[in-house]
């Protein structure tokens, strides 16, 4: 277990209302699991309230227990224990731009040499970062002058870069081009081999492939935990459009729920 | 226009960023010690000359139309209506000398370099970083603002035309900059302090920029050029 929380309500300043209400879930290392829901469902809350940057930055209560990696990461001394052992990417690159870099090589470099590092472990993790995700060319380009989809792959090679135990991705194919998107998604099986994924998305086609746990949210709350072919394939999720194209295709045709997600699985379904 | 960093080899750009700071810091010195006119406008041909030697004609058009409003308020005050042109020159060539001064500053120090070179002295990164952070954020603006200038131009918004029009237009442009900027806020923040920016450990200078002798000679030339007119005109 590296990632706990029990009963957790989080609500943000001037809301009369919980963007996360009651959540009680479990993490462990090794899988990718993916959070997903309506607009406002809190999945990205979710991942704040984990990195403790709910409240601390944005403002609001919290209540219940998080526990991340043994530490509750809304504490002071929590914080500083966690920094560098949580790693989180957001939807938008160039709001998680350092600002003081002019190389991708630098840009990616930021986090590790804020954790203090050797320059040799930092040259290290920034080249295998950097040729993980593709971007190893584009080591001496100006960040600001990349694509919408280069410069969120320089992100996460910086997210990645600090050899975070619990990552926490937040949409992280959305500036991507589809090959640029399946791409991350292939990866993040192999990147969750070393530790906690926790992926908020809603390009579910993609997304439920690439994970090997899901949890829905609606309103804050948490709905349903369980395998991916669980938790969408439910009739719920699909009548919500929280779940895949197939599925829906398959609900509107009139298959019994336990749809299938991706073709595949439709061809094993007929085919059995 | 230059406000921000131009990749460049002249020796302004390989010096020491301490160097670049103490020029600047001691122009600024000189501007209002030297004997004015003369003096003032001799620092502001020099630095002219510098810029050239940089490479860098650039920040010196940007210096000189940024001084430009001011030349034209201090020749009407001081030149037509006080009928002391004389002073109009000194305060148009101080404010001129230090824009250059600064821009030359920002054009040649590379804000990451400026970082290393602040940590490599033991100083927070907190505090390296927001002054990085500072001298990049013109650059930054203006770049949103080209952009919002687009996006309302696509809109139907005229931006150019009589004085009373670019006027007008300014609302438009101003409202969604600072309110673009002031909403980005939360999500830098989160991305720093998820990227480790609050770490307690100190941060590793990546390319700590070299200190040489030379370097340091220059430093201690410039202040005592400072300290030395300032005496100089105290007891002259």
Redesign the interface.
């Known amino acids: 277990m590296s990632v706990r929380l029990a009963g957790v309500s989080f609500r943000y300043p001037g809301s009369d209302t919980d963007a996360l209400h009651e959540v009680s879930v479990t993490l462990r290392p090794g899988e990718v699991t993916l959070v997903t829901g309506r607009l406002g469902a809190g999945c990205s809350t979710l991942l704040?309230v984990i990195?403790g940057?709910a409240p601390?930055?944005?403002g609001g209560s919290r209540s219940g227990e998080v526990t991340t990696l043994d530490r509750d990461p809304a504490t002071r001394d929590g914080?500083?224990a966690l920094?560098?052992r949580?790693?989180?990417l957001?939807p938008?690159p160039w709001?998680?731009?350092?600002?003081?870099?002019?190389t991708v090589e630098?840009e990616v470099?930021?986090?590790?040499?804020?954790?203090?590092?050797?320059?040799a472990r930092?040259a290290g993790a920034v080249d295998e970062a950097m040729q993980r995700f593709g971007v190893a060319h584009l080591a001496r380009r100006d960040p600001?002058t990349l694509s919408g989809g280069e410069l969120q792959r320089v992100m996460f090679a910086?997210?990645l870069a600090?050899e975070p135990e619990v990552l926490l991705l937040d949409e992280p194919a959305l500036e991507l081009d589809p090959a640029g998107a399946q791409g991350v998604y292939e990866l993040l099986p192999v990147v969750a081999q070393e530790r906690t994924v926790l992926l908020a998305s809603t390009d579910l086609d993609r997304a439920a492939a690439a994970a090997h746990r899901a949890l829905l949210l609606d309103r804050g709350s948490l709905v349903a935990d369980g395998t991916v072919a669980e938790v969408l394939g439910n009739d719920g999720a699909v009548a919500t459009g929280c779940s895949t194209t197939v599925a829906e295709i398959a609900r509107a045709v009139g298959l019994t729920p336990g749809y299938p997600l991706s073709v595949a699985d439709a061809v094993r379904r007929f085919t059995r | 226009m230059i406000v921000g960093y131009v990749a460049g080899k002249s020796p302004l750009h390989q010096a020491h960023p301490f160097t670049a700071l103490a020029l600047a810091a001691t122009v600024v010195v000189l501007a209002f010690a030297l004997p004015a006119p003369q003096g003032p406008a001799a620092l502001a041909v020099a630095l002219a000359a510098l810029a050239l030697l940089a490479r860098l004609p650039r920040v010196l058009l940007t210096a000189l139309g940024f001084s430009l409003p001011f030349w034209f308020f201090l020749g009407v005050i001081h030149g037509l209506i006080g009928e002391t042109p004389l002073r109009a020159l000194t305060v148009g060539a101080q404010i001129t000398a230090m824009l250059t001064a600064f821009l030359l500053v920002l054009a040649t120090v590379h804000p990451a370099r400026l970082v290393d070179a602040l940590l490599q002295r033991g100083v927070p990164f907190s505090l390296a970083y927001l002054l990085s952070a500072t001298l990049q954020a013109v650059p930054r603006l203006r770049r949103q603002a080209a952009d919002i200038v687009e996006a309302q131009r696509c809109r139907g918004l005229r931006v150019r035309g009589s004085v009373w029009r670019r006027t007008r237009a300014v609302v438009p442009l101003a409202i969604p900059l600072v309110l673009g900027a002031l909403g980005e806020v939360d999500e830098r923040a989160m991305a720093l302090d998820a990227r480790g920016a609050a770490a307690p450990a100190h941060r590793t200078a990546l390319e700590p920029p070299p200190d040489s002798t030379a370097q340091r000679v220059v430093r201690w030339l410039l202040a005592a050029a400072a300290v030395g007119v300032i005496v100089w005109r105290v007891l002259a």
Do not use: C, D
């Not at chain 1, 709001?95 to 002019?102: A, D, P, R, V």
């Not at chain 1, 470099?109 to 320059?119: H, T």
């Open positions: 704040l990195a940057l601390h930055i944005t914080r500083k920094a560098g949580v790693g989180l957001l938008t709001t998680q731009l350092s600002g003081m870099s002019f630098e470099a930021f986090g590790p040499a804020n954790l203090g590092w050797r320059r930092i600001r910086g997210v600090m």
